[in-house]
Nanobody, 124 residues
Framework: QVQLVESGGELVQPGGSLRLSCAASGRPFSTNTMGWFRQAPGKEREFVACVTWSGGSTNYAESGKGRFTVSRDNAKNTMFLQMNSLKPEDTAVYYC?????????????????WGQGTQVTVSS
């Protein structure tokens, strides 16, 4: 059984930064792509970013390009999401997920393992 635990979410002012972490335990799946998703109240869960096993390839939703950076440390079974220049519209519960593939993929259906989420609130 794989477990994913996110941390790092909190209240931050517009223009601020946050670094989210996702710690994985259980059956290792470090060869597969991992991703970040978010869900705002009343909206569907949406793709934020993903990273391949080596960390050499990443993909971002348009909303985060230039502001967000995804990375992973396989030795520590941990993935990160550095978020800069945060906007109120970034407010959401952020989830990390482990996929079934080694490809860069944005579809939620390709992700088999999910964390419980961490709340990010961007407000003054």
């Amino acid at each position: 059984q794989v477990q994913l635990v996110e941390s790092g979410g909190e209240l931050v002012q517009p223009g601020g930064s946050l670094r989210l972490s996702c710690a994985a335990s259980g059956r290792p799946f470090s060869t597969n792509t991992m991703g970040w998703f978010r869900q705002a109240p009343g909206k569907e869960r949406e793709f934020v970013a993903c990273v391949t096993w080596s960390g050499g390839s990443t993909n971002y939703a348009e909303s985060g390009k230039g502001r967000f950076t995804v990375s992973r440390d396989n030795a520590k079974n941990t993935m990160f999401l550095q978020m800069n220049s945060l906007k109120p519209e970034d407010t959401a519960v952020y989830y990390c997920a482990g996929s079934r593939t080694t490809r860069l993929i944005a579809a939620t259906s390709e992700y088999a393992y999910w964390g419980q989420g961490t709340q990010v609130t961007v407000s003054s």
